[in-house]
């Protein structure tokens, strides 16, 4: 079955790029959405169908899927990106989340 | 404005049961499929389950095949998740979650979150 593997943390400046990666078989042939959750919070919706944003999410986040790999782009990060974020995609008639990154605003 | 509200959460001894309900609001609900997406704490997010908007199409993850059981009431606008045998790592907060904007082959992003309700079994 499909293992969605991210890296634990990533750390960024204000300001500054975050890249947060989703690796599993063959992921490009499929569609990835990602998620954000707050402490405390509800996970929301950011990025589906690999590169699309629902109505209301900035421009500064973005996506792109290819061979093994999704990668989630966050640009001129702000203290309030600091989250837990997912990766997400369906095979086999199950739903598969990433194990989640924490991204930590220095 | 549209929500889901998640209640039936609750402290329940290993071996027993409980039953979960979502109720939705603000938009027509046997209109889309529906899942229940769990989170132990401190842990990531596991998908628990999946109900198509008619309830034809029913999909479990492994960890709960057998125990849980989801159903929905179109005229409620309900969803429920009947939790048998439970386990201490069945403990988490348990969300209702909406699918939409589906690609090909069911591959759809959940849309619209509940707050949760918290199960813990101990």
């Known amino acids: 079955s499909l293992e969605l593997t991210q890296p634990p943390s990533v750390s960024v400046s204000p300001g500054q790029t975050a890249s947060i990666t989703c690796s599993g078989e063959?992921?490009?042939?499929?569609?990835v959405s990602w998620y954000q959750q707050r402490v405390g919070q509800s996970p929301a919706l950011l990025i589906y169908?690999?590169?699309k944003r629902p109505s209301g999410i900035p421009a500064r986040f973005s996506g792109s899927n290819a061979g093994n790999t999704a990668t989630l782009t966050i640009s001129e990060t702000q203290g309030l990106d600091e989250a837990d974020y997912y990766c997400q995609a369906w095979d086999r008639h199950s739903h598969v989340f990433g194990s989640g990154t924490k991204v930590t605003v220095l | 404005e549209a929500q889901l509200v998640e209640s039936g959460g609750g402290l329940v001894e290993p071996g027993g049961s409980l039953r979960l309900s979502c109720e939705a609001s603000?938009?027509?609900?046997?209109?889309?499929?529906m899942n229940w997406v769990r989170q132990a704490p401190g842990k990531g997010l596991e998908w628990v389950s999946y109900m198509s908007g008619g309830g034809s199409d029913i999909y479990y993850a492994d960890s709960v095949k057998g125990r849980f059981t989801i159903s929905r009431d179109n005229a409620k606008r309900a969803l429920y998740l009947q939790m048998s045998f439970l386990r201490p790592e069945d403990t988490a907060v348990y969300y209702c979650?909406?699918?939409?904007?589906?690609?090909?082959?069911?591959?759809?992003?959940?849309?619209?979150w509940g707050h949760g309700t918290l199960v813990t079994v101990s």
């Open positions: 603000g938009f027509i609900f046997s209109d889309y499929e």
């Open positions: 063959r992921l490009g042939d499929k569609y």
């Open positions: 169908q690999d590169n």
């Open positions: 979650a909406r699918e939409n904007y589906c690609g090909s082959h069911l591959e759809c992003a959940f849309d619209m």
